[in-house]
Nanobody
């Protein structure tokens, strides 16, 4: 069993900040990549940011310079610091972890339940 639990969502005014956190728990051999995705009403789920164990981060163009992703490999947590928030950032944010349950297993994706981020004045 592997679980991802997000926290930190809420309501914030434009220009404000939020910090999302996600903790992975359960039986897993190795988490290779962690990241955040989001889905707004009427839109497809999109990548926000990724951070593999190597630390080579990837960001969506729409959030570059405003969002920062980080992780603690020892604790299996990933954090998304969101600054200068815009109304366009309003969405449900999902934590994602890609890993293996054993060294012989294929990589699989694990997802959190999602946390709502609303940017509105």
């Amino acid at each position: 069993q592997v679980q991802l639990v997000e926290s930190g969502g809420g309501l914030v005014q434009p220009g404000g900040s939020l910090r999302l956190s996600c903790a992975a728990s359960g039986r897993i051999f190795r988490i290779n990549t962690m990241g955040w995705y989001r889905q707004a009403p009427g839109k497809q789920r999109e990548l926000v940011a990724l951070i593999p164990s190597s630390g080579s981060t990837k960001y969506a163009d729409s959030v570059k310079g405003r969002f920062t992703i980080s992780r603690d490999n020892g604790k299996n947590t990933v954090t998304l610091q969101m600054n200068s928030l815009k109304t366009e950032d309003t969405a449900i944010y999902y934590c994602n972890a890609r890993g293996q349950t054993s060294i012989l297993a294929y990589e699989v994706d694990y997802w959190g339940q999602g946390t709502q981020v609303t940017v509105s004045s």
